[in-house]
């Protein structure tokens, strides 16, 4: 399959190296305005360089697209390869609110493409593991997920001239961009734990969320660098969300599931509590395996300091459904409902009350 890159930022450089550990693939253009910052990523990497998305999409006509641009620019760059019948897979999150991630989802559809989401923690084998229990079923009823990010920017990251830190192309700040990966996880889990929830329903009910600026130019600054968040879950299960860019200098991500019959705790890559009611033979084997898993910085203080093999599960899942001819299962109505918390987290922070997360997914038939 021959692949193309819209948008050369830093984290396109991560979609070229994972979609070169790929069997089949090949990446053969990336776009961006800038004439130096393109012609160097296509000598790195062994591609062409394109100033413009539609001369690339039309001249390339590559089998599928990601997308690496800045957030609030996903909308544009998967209209584009929607109108040319090119399938597209988009970087997390999907857009940044919910009337632009239906437009996305609208398109592809009429287009007869598939659009895929990009969240790489469904992907890690840890994160695999906590939700394979949630689904046997062994942790009982849902008492807690929380998800702590607590995570340091320096004024740099926000400074003149970048998007992040602003409503327009960030559309928010600690939660929106960095924190989103565990916002998603907890749902995924969740999700494996709520009987009876239709295909796409939000296993989240309601939110209570706070938001601030504590670490930054409150006058630079126009999206939150701390929020803090309360989740109630369909199934009764409650949760937590910490999300931070303000805390020097930055620890790795936690994510805490339990209940009645067993707790289970992640540090980044790495199992740090496996323990359940009744064991199971392969207790000591997850133990061992993820256990002594090596947990990099994941992030905490660089945006850049992990490495691309869940974003390679990700893309290896994503092109295996195209051959398959059918919908990967991170399609785009599954990379919306990390999108609708978060938007509902912004609400109840605006208005100082709870916000349910109830607006419907668009229908797959509409």
Same mark, same amino acid.
């Given at each position: 399959?021959?692949?193309?890159?819209?948008?050369?930022?830093?984290?396109?450089?991560?979609?070229?190296?994972?979609?070169?550990?790929?069997?089949?693939?090949?990446?053969?253009?990336?776009?961006?305005?800038?004439?130096?910052?393109?012609?160097?990523?296509?000598?790195?990497?062994?591609?062409?360089?394109?100033?413009?998305?539609?001369?690339?999409?039309?001249?390339?006509?590559?089998? %599928?697209?990601?997308?690496?641009? &800045?957030?609030?620019?996903?909308?544009? *760059?998967?209209? #584009? $390869?929607? !109108?040319? +019948?090119?399938?597209?897979?988009?970087?997390?999150?999907?857009?940044?609110?919910?009337?632009?991630?239906?437009?996305?989802?609208?398109?592809?559809?009429?287009?007869?493409?598939?659009?895929?989401?990009? %969240?790489?923690?469904?992907?890690? &084998?840890?994160?695999?593991?906590?939700? *394979?229990?949630? #689904? $046997?079923? !062994?942790? +009982?009823?849902?008492?807690?997920?929380?998800?702590?990010?607590?995570?340091?920017?320096?004024?740099?990251?926000?400074?003149?001239?970048?998007?992040?830190?602003?409503?327009?192309?960030?559309?928010?700040?600690?939660?929106?961009?960095?924190?989103?990966?565990?916002?998603?996880?907890?749902?995924?889990? #969740?999700?494996?734990?709520?009987?009876?929830?239709?295909?796409?329903?939000?296993?989240?009910?309601?939110?209570?969320?706070?938001?601030?600026?504590?670490?930054?130019?409150?006058?630079?600054?126009?999206?939150?660098?701390?929020?803090?968040?309360?989740?109630?879950?369909?199934?009764?299960?409650?949760?937590?969300?910490?999300?931070?860019?303000?805390?020097?200098?930055?620890?790795?991500?936690?994510?805490?599931?339990?209940?009645?019959?067993?707790?289970?705790?992640?540090?980044?890559?790495?199992?740090?509590?496996?323990?359940?009611?009744?064991?199971?033979?392969?207790?000591?084997?997850?133990?061992?395996?993820l256990g002594s898993a090596s947990s990099t910085s994941g992030g905490a203080a660089d945006p850049m300091a992990i490495n691309e093999?869940?974003?390679?599960?990700?893309?290896?899942?994503?092109?295996?459904?195209?051959?398959?001819?059918r919908a990967p299962e991170l399609d785009g109505l599954e990379g919306r409902k990390a999108v609708a918390i978060v938007a509902a987290?912004?609400?109840?922070?605006?208005?100082?009350?709870?916000?349910r997360v109830d607006d419907p997914p668009p229908s797959s038939e509409a």
């Amino acid at each position: 399959m021959r692949a193309a890159i819209i948008g050369i930022g830093a984290i396109a450089r991560m979609h070229a190296r994972a979609l070169a550990e790929l069997d089949g693939v090949e990446l053969v253009a990336a776009t961006c305005r800038t004439e130096e910052k393109g012609q160097a990523f296509a000598r790195d990497h062994g591609c062409r360089w394109y100033a413009d998305t539609g001369t690339m999409l039309r001249r390339e006509k590559p089998d %599928f697209v990601t997308v690496a641009t &800045p957030s609030g620019a996903h909308l544009e *760059a998967v209209l #584009a $390869a929607a !109108r040319r +019948g090119i399938h597209v897979i988009c970087e997390k999150p999907l857009e940044i609110t919910l009337p632009r991630v239906d437009r996305m989802i609208a398109a592809a559809r009429r287009g007869g493409v598939v659009l895929g989401a990009i %969240f790489p923690q469904r992907f890690n &084998p840890v994160v695999q593991a906590v939700h *394979a229990a949630a #689904a $046997a079923g !062994r942790f +009982g009823d849902l008492a807690v997920a929380s998800c702590h990010v607590p995570w340091w920017r320096d004024d740099a990251y926000y400074g003149p001239g970048r998007w992040q830190g602003t409503k327009r192309l960030d559309g928010g700040g600690a939660l929106m961009n960095q924190s989103i990966h565990g916002v998603d996880a907890l749902q995924w889990i #969740a999700g494996a734990m709520t009987p009876g929830l239709a295909p796409h329903e939000n296993p989240v009910e309601s939110v209570v969320a706070l938001s601030a600026v504590r670490s930054h130019d409150r006058e630079r600054l126009e999206v939150e660098d701390t929020c803090v968040a309360i989740l109630r879950f369909r199934n009764g299960g409650l949760g937590q969300i910490l999300a931070a860019t303000s805390l020097y200098p930055g620890q790795l991500r936690r994510i805490l599931v339990g209940g009645r019959d067993g707790t289970a705790e992640i540090l980044e890559e790495q199992l740090v509590d496996w323990r359940f009611r009744t064991a199971a033979a392969d207790d000591d084997a997850t133990r061992n395996r993820l256990g002594s898993a090596s947990s990099t910085s994941g992030g905490a203080a660089d945006p850049m300091a992990i490495n691309e093999a869940c974003h390679t599960r990700n893309f290896a899942a994503f092109v295996a459904a195209l051959h398959a001819g059918r919908a990967p299962e991170l399609d785009g109505l599954e990379g919306r409902k990390a999108v609708a918390i978060v938007a509902a987290c912004y609400r109840s922070a605006r208005t100082g009350r709870a916000a349910r997360v109830d607006d419907p997914p668009p229908s797959s038939e509409a």
